[in-house]
């Protein structure tokens, strides 16, 4: 067993020192006696929960223990209990977020980057059979790493944990409440489970199996739940494209919104994305905490209360009256943020630099003006397709000093390759390596591979609500857009509205 340990240990946390969690259990004593003939560096760490009479006892065990071992001790008292009643809140989640976040306080003061818990094999078999049963299946088992947290014992049972104990002869607690099989995992411990290893005497390995196979397949899918989930980097608080999100399978979506929830520091439960999904379809909610979740034209927002919006050094709240000097005139900043899909609970926070009531800034609503430039060649690019009755997208290649510009004709070729951005490539071949395309419409998945293979960076306007790369599927690495999106999308908008109007004619 310290072998077996010693090599888990040495792959899941190579680097000392190690923060253990050790409540007096035998597992968790098993856990530091292991550490220690390991060889390993460590602190021990102990938080009394102070929910039984005789919590002081456990405290002052680890505290000994720990002497014995030659390990630093940290201990900490805190009344959960009250904690739980104050907030109205479930006393098993309080106490687990009290737990680790006194954990990550030892861990930060004693520089380790791991954390160290004692959950076994049994653990997680009993974890995976709870979450079957209460139909919350997302993360189904105990992961083996987790951030700072590490589980070496996940491989070991809490019968051949004893024995080792028992064989050092040493001792440890035991916790009453484990006994009472009103408690669902007592319940199952000392009811269910021997039934089951009754008829299935490897029930709990193979429990363990499935949880590992759903592991694997869970960090896939939360690999293309991430692609979907893409920032608005134009906005300064949390925002997120709207279309991504709806345009992907349910089980994806829910996924990234749940990494949303995370992001908030709020538990991801399932009432929580109903409202995220229905702030997608354009219906705002609060979240817990505060924050306001809205959808604003293509954009889902989530707005932090007023006190945790800050302002940059040398910015201010727009203030009644206020206005941009535009090339085309004078612009109220309202109407101006209206423009860009500010949100109406930002219209009055947005941080602004302005001398008297001309705003000379609106942080990050102003795209560079050389990339308003190039993205208005674009346009007058599309604007030409749009008069040869091609789908109007324009394109700018920029490579170094050089400019280069074209549009789609595809109806002009009978080509259906023959996109702004393909033509572009095609002209320009290997020199195109490093430069930046500026092109009206998100690019395809044929355009993405391609541009992605010649090393081509993109910036585009409109979003591509059928064929986009980086809307439809997720594959858009190296792109953003956004810059001019409503004179991109209008363009487009006047195009298939004609050819409506043609067909009908016809």
Same mark, same amino acid.
């Given at each position: 067993?310290?072998?077996?340990?010693?090599?888990?240990?040495?792959?899941?946390?190579?680097?000392?020192?190690?923060?253990?969690?050790?409540?007096?259990?035998?597992d968790s004593v098993a856990l530091a006696h292991l550490v220690r003939r390991a060889g390993r560096e460590a602190v021990v760490a102990h938080l009394d929960h102070a929910l039984r009479p005789e919590s002081g006892e456990d405290l002052a065990f680890v505290r000994a223990l720990a002497k014995r071992l030659g390990f630093p001790f940290f201990g900490e008292r805190v009344e959960v209990g009250r904690i739980a009643e104050r907030r109205g809140?479930?006393?098993?989640?309080?106490?687990?977020?009290?737990?680790?976040?006194?954990?990550?306080?030892?861990?930060k003061e004693v520089g380790a980057k791991a954390i160290l818990t004692a959950h076994t094999l049994d653990d997680q078999a009993e974890t995976v059979l709870l979450k079957l049963l209460q139909g919350t299946a997302r993360g189904l088992?105990?992961?083996?790493?987790?951030?700072?947290?590490?589980?070496?014992?996940l491989a070991f049972c809490r019968e051949e944990l004893r024995a080792y104990l028992k064989a050092l002869g040493e001792a440890w607690r035991e916790d009453p409440s484990n006994q009472d099989p009103a408690l669902d995992r007592n319940y199952l411990r000392l009811v269910v489970f021997p039934l089951l290893e009754g008829r299935f005497p490897r029930a709990k390995e193979a429990l363990c199996r499935f949880a590992g196979v759903r592991e694997?397949?869970?960090?896939?899918?939360?690999?293309?739940?991430?692609?979907?989930?893409?920032?608005?980097?134009?906005?300064?608080?949390?925002?997120?494209?709207?279309?991504?999100?709806?345009?992907?399978?349910?089980?994806?979506?829910?996924?990234a919104?749940? $990494?949303?929830?995370?992001?908030?520091?709020?538990? !991801?439960? =399932?009432?929580?994305? &109903?409202?995220? @999904? +229905?702030?997608?379809?354009?219906?705002?909610?609060?979240?817990?905490?505060g924050h306001t979740a809205r959808r604003k034209g293509g954009t889902l927002f989530l707005i932090p209360p007023e006190p945790k919006l800050p302002l940059p050094p040398g910015f201010r709240r727009p203030e009644p009256g206020d206005y941009l000097e535009r090339p085309f005139g004078r612009k109220r900043l309202r109407d101006f943020l209206a423009e860009k899909g500010v949100p109406k609970e930002l219209k009055g926070l947005w941080p602004v630099r302005a001398e008297g009531k001309r705003v000379l800034e609106v942080l990050g609503l102003f795209p560079p003006p050389e990339e308003e430039h190039l993205m208005a060649l674009a346009l007058e690019e599309? $604007?030409?397709?749009?008069?040869?009755?091609?789908? !109007?997208? =324009?394109?700018?290649? &920029?490579?170094? @000093? +050089?400019?280069?510009?074209?549009?789609?004709?595809?109806?002009?070729?009978?080509?259906?390759?023959?996109?702004?951005e393909m033509l572009l490539l095609r002209r320009m071949g290997r020199r195109a390596r490093g430069g930046r395309l500026y092109v009206t419409l998100e690019p395809c998945r044929m355009c993405?591979?391609?541009?992605?293979?010649?090393g081509v960076e993109v910036v585009y306007g409109a979003e591509n609500l059928k064929e986009g790369a980086l809307t439809r599927f997720g594959q858009g690495g190296g792109m953003r857009g956004g810059v001019l999106e409503g004179e991109c999308a209008k363009l487009l908008k006047d195009f298939f509205a004609r050819l409506r109007e043609g067909c009908r004619s016809g």
């Amino acid at each position: 067993m310290e072998e077996a340990f010693r090599a888990r240990l040495a792959r899941l946390a190579p680097k000392d020192p190690l923060v253990l969690a050790v409540s007096g259990g035998g597992d968790s004593v098993a856990l530091a006696h292991l550490v220690r003939r390991a060889g390993r560096e460590a602190v021990v760490a102990h938080l009394d929960h102070a929910l039984r009479p005789e919590s002081g006892e456990d405290l002052a065990f680890v505290r000994a223990l720990a002497k014995r071992l030659g390990f630093p001790f940290f201990g900490e008292r805190v009344e959960v209990g009250r904690i739980a009643e104050r907030r109205g809140e479930n006393l098993e989640a309080v106490a687990r977020e009290v737990r680790y976040a006194f954990l990550h306080r030892v861990a930060k003061e004693v520089g380790a980057k791991a954390i160290l818990t004692a959950h076994t094999l049994d653990d997680q078999a009993e974890t995976v059979l709870l979450k079957l049963l209460q139909g919350t299946a997302r993360g189904l088992g105990i992961r083996e790493k987790e951030g700072w947290v590490v589980r070496p014992l996940l491989a070991f049972c809490r019968e051949e944990l004893r024995a080792y104990l028992k064989a050092l002869g040493e001792a440890w607690r035991e916790d009453p409440s484990n006994q009472d099989p009103a408690l669902d995992r007592n319940y199952l411990r000392l009811v269910v489970f021997p039934l089951l290893e009754g008829r299935f005497p490897r029930a709990k390995e193979a429990l363990c199996r499935f949880a590992g196979v759903r592991e694997a397949e869970d960090a896939h899918l939360e690999r293309e739940a991430e692609a979907r989930l893409l920032p608005d980097p134009r906005f300064f608080v949390p925002a997120f494209r709207a279309v991504p999100l709806l345009e992907a399978p349910p089980v994806l979506r829910r996924r990234a919104l749940r $990494r949303v929830l995370e992001a908030l520091d709020l538990r !991801p439960e =399932g009432r929580l994305i &109903v409202l995220l @999904e +229905e702030a997608l379809s354009g219906k705002a909610a609060t979240l817990p905490g505060g924050h306001t979740a809205r959808r604003k034209g293509g954009t889902l927002f989530l707005i932090p209360p007023e006190p945790k919006l800050p302002l940059p050094p040398g910015f201010r709240r727009p203030e009644p009256g206020d206005y941009l000097e535009r090339p085309f005139g004078r612009k109220r900043l309202r109407d101006f943020l209206a423009e860009k899909g500010v949100p109406k609970e930002l219209k009055g926070l947005w941080p602004v630099r302005a001398e008297g009531k001309r705003v000379l800034e609106v942080l990050g609503l102003f795209p560079p003006p050389e990339e308003e430039h190039l993205m208005a060649l674009a346009l007058e690019e599309a $604007r030409a397709a749009f008069r040869e009755g091609e789908v !109007p997208v =324009g394109a700018v290649l &920029v490579v170094g @000093e +050089e400019v280069h510009a074209d549009h789609n004709r595809v109806e002009a070729t009978q080509d259906p390759t023959a996109h702004a951005e393909m033509l572009l490539l095609r002209r320009m071949g290997r020199r195109a390596r490093g430069g930046r395309l500026y092109v009206t419409l998100e690019p395809c998945r044929m355009c993405h591979h391609a541009l992605r293979e010649a090393g081509v960076e993109v910036v585009y306007g409109a979003e591509n609500l059928k064929e986009g790369a980086l809307t439809r599927f997720g594959q858009g690495g190296g792109m953003r857009g956004g810059v001019l999106e409503g004179e991109c999308a209008k363009l487009l908008k006047d195009f298939f509205a004609r050819l409506r109007e043609g067909c009908r004619s016809g």
